[in-house]
């Protein structure tokens, strides 16, 4: 066995000791954050690339925690082991409705639908009451649930696939828009892809990254060729296929010339508050 000198155990407990410090201190404050009303959504805006209008938004959720924004991807997974994510989600969930309500008002987009996009955790998916808290946060905001697209990742739509295809059922049956996202990134079985009820694929960004590599011409053929064979794929299946994490005019013409239906990311407009989102969808109508 390898010996490793005691110094750094001792270094490598304190600090391990001093993160799980910071993470219980994150979860406690995490507790507060939805009374202290912390908690805010910011919108993406996604553009239907035939048409070149604004098709809707993805909601993300912040956390102002102190004055400073702390990203999703470290908190989320907090939420979801502590199982803060069951209030956090309803309350996403419910907000975002409420938002998808108002921008589809006939003043605010010309009378064209906004579809909000919410993104939903496998832990809040799995949770018995899941079906229930939807159609609280459908009725409570009055939204039409057309207006409303949930995502679930390739990953978690693919853990228990035979429950997952019922729960989809189930929403599909209430109007929803159904999407899998950060696709390419798991494992989809194609049996179940073809079964599921879904609307998009959202090919995930690290195919987009790929497109743009100017330093290896093998590499981005590479890409080309897998981000064609998945928006081929989506297309069989009767999907949308959107991109996200598009950053650069290239990335976007390669994705039009490879049949993609739509993209997110910061070249068309990156993840603002609920204020300036709806600027933008104003500004739309004028041009
Ligand atoms: P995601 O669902 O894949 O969201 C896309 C992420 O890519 C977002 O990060 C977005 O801000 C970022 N992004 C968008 N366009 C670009 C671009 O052009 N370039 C680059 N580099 N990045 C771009 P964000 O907001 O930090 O969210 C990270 C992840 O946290 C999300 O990944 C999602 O998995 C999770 N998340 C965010 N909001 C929610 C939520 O309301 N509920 C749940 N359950 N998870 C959420
Ligand atoms: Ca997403
Ligand atoms: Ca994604
Ligand atoms: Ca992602």
């Keep these: 066995a390898m010996r490793i000198g005691g110094g750094s155990v001792v270094g490598y407990s304190s600090m391990l000791q001093t993160l799980s410090l910071a993470r ?15 908690l805010e959504l910011f ?5 239907d690339l035939p048409t070149g209008r604004l098709s809707g938004f993805e909601a993300l959720v912040r956390w102002r925690r102190s004055g400073r924004l702390v990203s999703p991807a470290d908190f989320i997974p907090i939420a979801e082991e502590s199982g803060l994510i069951i209030p956090i989600g309803d309350w996403i969930l419910e907000e975002a409705c409420r938002q998808a309500r108002r921008w589809n008002e006939p003043n605010m987009h010309q009378g064209l639908p906004v579809t909000v996009a919410v993104n939903l955790s496998m832990r809040q998916f799995r949770k018995t009451q899941f079906i229930e808290s939807i159609e609280q946060s459908l009725r409570r905001s009055e939204v039409n649930p057309t207006h409303i697209e949930l995502e679930l990742t390739e990953s978690a739509a693919m853990h228990n ?21 950060d696709f390419g990134t ?20 690290s195919f987009v990254r790929e497109l743009s590599r100017g330093d290896d011409a093998a590499a981005k053929r590479n890409a080309e060729n897998i981000v064609r064979a998945m928006i081929t794929l989506g297309h069989q299946l009767n999907l949308r296929v959107i991109a996200e994490g598009v950053e650069t005019e290239e990335q976007m013409h390669q994705l039009v010339q490879l049949g993609c239906d739509a993209i997110q990311g910061y070249l068309y407009g990156r993840p603002v508050p609920a204020v300036m989102a709806q600027e933008f969808l104003l500004r739309e109508r004028l041009s």
């Design 24 to 38: 219980l201190d994150m979860e406690t404050d995490l507790r507060h954050a939805l009374e202290r009303e912390e």
């Design 43 to 47: 919108y993406q805006p996604q553009l």
């Design 161 to 181: 696939p035979d429950q997952v295809l019922q729960l989809l059922q189930r929403l599909r049956g209430m109007g929803l828009a159904l999407a899998i996202d």
């Design 186 to 205: 798991g494992y989809s079985s194609l049996a179940y892809l073809q079964r599921f009820p879904l609307d998009k694929l959202k090919i995930d960004q």
